[in-house]
């Protein structure tokens, strides 16, 4: 009989080999791990519209009859998020758009840091604190194509670790 903790292992094993997030190697996911990336990255983005955010908010919380037509990119340069494991009270993510930098704590890094795992991004720990971080993010969602249901639409190419 396999653990909730065994099972949660292997789908991070897997999320890592997906997305081939070995040191430096450009990385990639589809579908849903895509989908969740920019939804919890389009929000905070200083480059979306206010429909542009409206409808990955709408797409990430399964609704995918949304009035928006074209393609939507979500963007970040550089994501680094750090959690305690001393100070179990530690949770937070600074989300760089170009020259301005967002930072986020509490329950919207919790799900920013748990998104990088899904997506592959293995942590790095140091001295009570454990970090995920990417570059480059670059999630291209289509609206059009994730209406038809097969699992197609939303893209992510990104640089783990930094």
Not at 3 to 9: M, P, S
Not at 90 to 118: D, H, Q, S, Y
């Amino acid at each position: 009989m396999v653990t909730a903790c065994t099972a949660a292992a292997l789908v991070v094993a897997a999320a890592s080999d997906v997305a081939g997030a070995s040191g430096g190697t450009p990385a990639k996911v589809s579908g849903s791990v895509a989908l969740a990336l920019a939804g919890v990255i389009a929000p905070l983005s200083p480059e979306l519209s206010g429909a542009e955010k409206k409808a990955v908010a709408m797409l990430f919380a399964a609704n995918s009859d949304i009035p928006h037509k074209k393609p939507i990119v979500v963007t970040a340069d550089k994501i680094v998020c750090r959690t305690g494991n001393v100070d179990i009270t530690v949770r937070n993510c600074e989300v760089t758009f170009g020259k301005k930098v967002k930072t986020v704590n509490g329950p919207t890094a919790n799900e920013i840091f748990a998104t990088l795992a899904l997506a592959g991004i293995p942590p790095d720990g140091a001295a009570g604190s454990n970090f995920e971080s990417l570059t480059k993010l670059s999630c291209t969602i289509d609206p059009n194509a994730i209406r038809q249901k097969d699992g197609s639409g939303a893209d992510c190419t990104f640089q783990p670790g930094n």
